[in-house]
Each structure stands twice: as structure tokens, then as C-alpha cells.
Nanobody, 123 residues
């Protein structure tokens, strides 16, 4: 069993930066992926970024690859998502999740989910 807790959300202005974090507990393996998803108001959940637990690989959506950085802080079993140059369309509830197998881009491949942290970007 894996447990995830997100933190760091908030309300910012367009162009600002924000870092959300995900503390992971439980049994993890090097090939597991911790992914970040967001769900804008009234829309489906979408993949943002992900990182292998051993940090050997990272994954980004097209909208995130030039502005967001996913990283792992070993000592604290924490995965961070650094978001720069935020836009209003980045607004949503941000979730972290753990994938054991399958493509990291699809939410159906993730087995464990956190409760989410809200990010609101105003223009």
C-alpha cells in the first residue's frame, strides 16, 4: 500500500511560480512512477509530469515541458513539481499518483492517488 499527501497549492498571478509537493510513504520500487495530474474546473483529469522513483527518467506533457520541472528529494521521499511562468489555464486541482506499470501518461495506469491540492492562477 502506498500513501500520498500533496501540499503547496495556492492562488498566484499569471507569470508567477509555485511548487507543489507530494510526500510518498509505503513500499516503492525503482520502476514505479510518481505522476502529477491536474483537473481543471469542469474538465477531465490530465497528465502533467512524472518521474521514476529512482529518478532515472522524467516525463512531461507538451504544455508542461518548457515551464515545469519534476524532481525527487530522496531524504524526504518527496516529489516536487516546480511550476514557472504560470498561466490561467494551469488552474486546477493537482494530484500526485503512483503508477506500477503501463504508460505514465494515462491516469488509468495509476493505482494510488492523493487527495489533491488546488492551484489557481489569475490573469
Amino acid at each position: 500500500q502506498v500513501h500520498l499527501v500533496e501540499s503547496g497549492g495556492g492562488s498566484v498571478q499569471a507569470g508567477d511560480s509555485l511548487r507543489v509537493s507530494c510526500v510518498v510513504s509505503g513500499r516503492m520500487f525503482s520502476y514505479f512512477v510518481v505522476g502529477w495530474f491536474r483537473q481543471p474546473p469542469g474538465k477531465d483529469r490530465e497528465f502533467v509530469a512524472g518521474i521514476r522513483w529512482d529518478a532515472e527518467s522524467t516525463y512531461y506533457s507538451d504544455s508542461a515541458k518548457d515551464r515545469f520541472t519534476v524532481s525527487r528529494e530522496d531524504a524526504k521521499s518527496t516529489v516536487h513539481l516546480q511550476m514557472d511562468s504560470l498561466k490561467p489555464e494551469d488552474t486546477g486541482l493537482y494530484f500526485c499518483a503512483v503508477r506500477r506499470s503501463g504508460s505514465p501518461s494515462f491516469s488509468r495506469n495509476y493505482d494510488y492517488w492523493g487527495q489533491g491540492t488546488q492551484v489557481t492562477v489569475s490573469s
